[in-house]
Structures are given as C-alpha cells and as structure tokens.
C-alpha cells in the first residue's frame, strides 16, 4: 500500500499550486480522499474531503473558494489545486484515504508561501 503526495514547493502569494495524490496496492475507488495540512507547531488540520465517486466535495473554511478538491479513480489518483495561495497556507499538506476498514496516509509534500 502506498499514498505518495506530490506538487508542493515555494509559490509567491497569489500564486498557485496543484498537488497530487497517487495510490497504490489497495481498492482507491472505495476509499474517500480527505486532504490534511499541518504547519510547524499546530495541529493537523483537515483541508478538504472527496468522496467515493468525487461527487461530493467538502472544504474548510479557511480554504472554501480557493482551493478545489478532484479525483480520478481509473488513475487512481486525487488532486488539491489550490489558488490564491496565503502565507498562511504554509504547511506540509497529507493525503489520506480512509474506508471503513483502513486509513492510509501519505508522507506530505511541503507548501511555503512566501515572497
């Protein structure tokens, strides 16, 4: 089993980043997508959920209008564009695929917003 994120990097405010999600070696399309961002000295904190088919699309506040969750099952791979990019959103972001048996995560990819 594995989740691999990827994307991350150094983008000026305003910018934009799109980040990916691959999995592997389980049922993806069984499984939700939730992405999770954590910056130094706080909590992880939940970013965004996709369900199943991709149908249904929840997002933090602090990131609603600005980012958008997707996903492609025959790919087997999930997606965070994120758009006018906040120091704020420094973080290293996680993705996570979660059914009612297992919770898989990945290793993080780095966002720092920064001019």
């Known amino acids: 089993v594995r989740v691999v994120e990827s994307g991350g990097g150094l983008v000026q405010p305003g910018g934009s980043l799109r980040l990916s999600c691959t999995a592997s070696?389980?049922?993806?399309?069984?499984?939700?997508i939730r992405w999770y961002r954590q910056a130094p000295g706080k909590e992880r904190e939940w970013v965004a959920r996709i369900s199943n088919g991709g149908a249904i699309i929840d997002y933090a506040d602090s990131v609603e209008g600005r980012f958008t969750g997707s996903r492609d099952n025959a790919k087997n791979m999930a997606y965070l564009q994120m758009n006018s990019l906040r120091p704020e959103d420094s973080a290293v972001y996680f993705c996570?695929?979660?059914?009612?048996?297992?919770?898989?995560w990945g290793q993080g990819t780095q966002v720092t917003v920064s001019s």
């Open positions: 070696g389980f049922t993806f399309s069984t499984h939700i």
């Open positions: 996570n695929a979660n059914s009612r048996w297992n919770d898989y």
